[in-house]
């Protein structure tokens, strides 16, 4: 078993759904390089209950832009 699948095959809005729900499926984190934000969308809302960690839009504007809100809003609650 894997324990993380990364995806690196775009386009992701063809490769992501199905290869983030086997991931999540046998346990393994799911990762991958989109820059398509209906993607990205689709795989959080489907998957935002899974117990591993996933994370569509590692690598572009996504990833960067919540490093930064994570980080500017630190201790708001």
Request: glycine share 10%.
């Amino acid at each position: 078993m894997a324990g993380a699948a990364i995806n690196c095959a775009g386009p992701y809005s063809h490769t992501g759904t199905p290869l983030a729900a086997a991931a999540v499926a046998h346990g393994a984190h799911y990762l991958d390089h989109a820059a398509e934000p209906a993607h990205t969308k689709q795989i959080y809302d489907t998957h935002a209950d899974a117990d591993v960690v996933v994370i569509p839009g590692m690598s572009f504007y996504e990833a960067l832009a919540d490093l930064v809100a994570a980080e500017i809003g630190g201790g708001l609650t």
